[in-house]
């Protein structure tokens, strides 16, 4: 991992499009300004680990699939009632 | 409602987050029975032990919406944005009805190409991993 230092108002480039500027510092925090081409995916990592963990807490093994029939069957006739 | 995408091999490429070796997967009608069914169940063909009861959301939250990107689009091979089905990872909850859909992280399969991707919606929408999918939990229920 590269590590570099910045003063508030200093910036680094990523390729000759991406540019994160320290905005400010306060204590503990540091708001970072990001310019970038609107291709370029920018998510908070908290985002990213949220859906991993989303994802992983919704495996369902393939032997769910007979009961998966049931319990899907019986909530939609559920749900359409009171729609 | 998806009977034109069962049996066919989609191509992830690990964009399913968290599985980042998991390339096939497979769609799988949930209940033979009722070609209507909102849901399907999405496998793995590598670990079959990895598979997602996955919906249309389209059907629970009707005014569902999102901007597809550019390099979304582009890495689906979709120039024309209708070849592109959305899904939704549901987590099952027991009771069933209490169930919730992932609306912040849709996957999206461009049926042709036989691709897919799980993306992220972008900060600004309010979307969660966690929206009750048929709207109304417990709780809210016993409130009426």
């Known amino acids: 991992m590269l590590i570099l230092s910045r003063k508030k108002g200093q910036s680094i480039m990523i390729n000759d499009d991406i540019e994160v500027i320290v905005v400010s510092t306060e204590g503990d925090q540091v708001k970072i300004g990001i310019r970038a081409p609107s291709s370029i995916k920018v998510h908070r990592k908290e985002i990213y680990d949220s859906i991993q963990e989303s994802n992983l807490a919704s495996i369902a093994p393939a032997d769910q699939l007979p009961s998966l029939k049931q319990l899907t069957g019986q909530a939609l006739s559920e749900w359409q009632k009171e729609k | ?144």
Request: with cysteine; aromatic share 12%.
């Open chain 2, 1 to 144: 409602m998806f009977a034109h995408l069962f049996g066919k091999e989609i191509s992830m490429k690990g964009a399913i987050l968290g599985f980042p070796d998991m390339d096939v997967f497979v769609l799988a009608p949930v209940d033979q029975d009722n070609p209507e069914s909102p849901f399907a169940y999405l496998q793995c063909l590598e670990q079959p032990e990895v598979g997602f009861l996955v919906t249309n959301p389209f059907v629970f939250h009707a005014n569902y919406e999102f901007q597809l990107s550019d390099q979304d689009r582009s890495r689906l091979q979709a120039d024309d944005p209708g070849k592109i089905v959305v899904l939704s990872i549901v987590t099952i909850a027991n009771p069933f009805f209490d169930s919730t859909v992932n609306l912040l992280a849709p996957i999206l399969i461009q049926y042709e190409a036989g691709i897919g991707m799980q993306t992220v919606l972008a900060g600004e929408c309010n979307y969660t991993t966690r929206e009750p999918l048929f709207r109304r939990s417990a709780k809210e229920g016993g409130e009426v």
